[in-house]
T-cell receptor, first 114, second 115 residues
Framework: GQQVMQIPQYQHVQEGEDFTTYCNSS?????IQWYKQRPGGHPVFLIQ?????EVKKQKRLTFQFGEAKKNSSLHITATQTTDVGTYFC??????????????FGKGTHLIIQP | GAVVSQHPSRVICKSGTSVKIECRSL??????MFWYRQFPKQSLMLMAT?????????EQGVEKDKFLINHASLTLSTLTVTSAHPEDSSFYIC???????????FGPGTRLTVL
C-alpha cells in the first residue's frame, strides 16, 4: 500500500533558526496536505498542494510539492515559540480520485529552545 | 470555516464494555467521513472510510466487527468500539470531507482509556 515517509522525526532548533521537514511518498500523489498538531490537540489543516512543482507561502511557512508529485517540504523561516508542535504531511494517492482517506507521514516534532 | 465536533472528548471504560463516539459536521454536509486512530507519539492511521447510507470501508488490519461504523445522516457518523480492551486505548479522530476538493476537516478527537 501507499507509504509516506517523513523526516526528521525530531528537530530541535533555537528560536529564530529555520526549520525544514521533508516528505516522500512511495506512490504518485493527487495532492499533499500539511497539518500541525499541538500537544494534546488535533491536527489542524495548514495547506494543500495539488500542482506539480507548486510552491505556496503562508507568512513564514513555505510549502513545496515536487515535480513528480511524490515529495514535499515545509520550511519555516525564523522559528518562533508558537511554531512548536508536530507537523504532518498527508497524501492522497492519485488513484483514489480525491475521496480517499489520508495517508499520514510519521510527523516531525519541532522543539524550540528560547 | 467548516467545523467538526466529536463527543465525548474523553472516555474511560472497563475492559469488555462498548463505547460509542460521535462525529458531527456542524455547518456542512459530509457524505464521506473518515476515522483515524493515533497512539501516543505516533502518527494518525486511517481506520475506515464512512460513506453516508452505505457500509464503511475498513483498512487492512482493522476489524469491522470490533469497530462498528454507522453513517446514518449527512452530518453524523458514529464509531462504536465493541468489547473494548486496554490495547484499544488511543486517540480516535474523525474527519469530514468538505466541499473544497480533497480537504478534510478534523474533529477534536476522543481520548479512550480502557482499564
Amino acid at each position: 500500500g501507499q507509504q509516506v515517509m517523513q523526516i526528521p522525526q525530531y528537530q530541535h532548533v533555537q528560536e529564530g533558526e529555520d526549520f525544514t521537514t521533508y516528505c516522500n511518498s512511495s506512490t504518485t500523489l493527487s495532492n499533499i496536505q500539511w497539518y500541525k498538531q499541538r500537544p494534546g490537540g488535533h491536527p489542524v489543516f495548514l495547506i494543500q498542494l495539488v500542482k506539480s512543482g507548486e510552491v505556496k507561502k503562508q507568512k513564514r511557512l513555505t510549502f513545496q510539492f515536487g515535480e513528480a508529485k511524490k515529495n514535499s517540504s515545509l520550511h519555516i523561516t525564523a522559528t518562533q515559540t508558537t511554531d512548536v508542535g508536530t507537523y504532518f504531511c498527508a497524501g492522497v494517492s492519485i488513484s483514489g480520485g480525491g475521496a480517499d482517506g489520508l495517508t499520514f507521514g510519521k510527523g516531525t516534532h519541532l522543539i524550540i529552545q528560547p | 470555516g467548516a467545523v467538526v465536533s466529536q463527543h465525548p472528548s474523553r472516555v474511560i471504560c472497563k475492559s469488555g464494555t462498548s463505547v460509542k463516539i460521535e462525529c458531527r459536521s456542524l455547518d456542512f454536509q459530509a457524505t464521506t467521513m473518515f476515522w483515524y486512530r493515533q497512539f501516543p507519539k505516533q502518527s494518525l492511521m486511517l481506520m475506515a472510510t464512512s460513506n453516508e447510507g452505505s457500509k464503511a470501508t475498513y483498512e487492512q488490519g482493522v476489524e469491522k466487527d470490533k469497530f462498528l461504523i454507522n453513517h446514518a445522516s449527512l452530518t453524523l457518523s458514529t464509531l462504536t468500539v465493541t468489547s473494548a480492551h486496554p490495547e484499544d486505548s488511543s486517540f480516535y479522530i474523525c474527519s469530514a470531507l468538505g466541499a473544497v476538493p480533497h480537504t478534510q476537516y478534523f474533529g477534536p478527537g476522543t481520548r479512550l482509556t480502557v482499564l
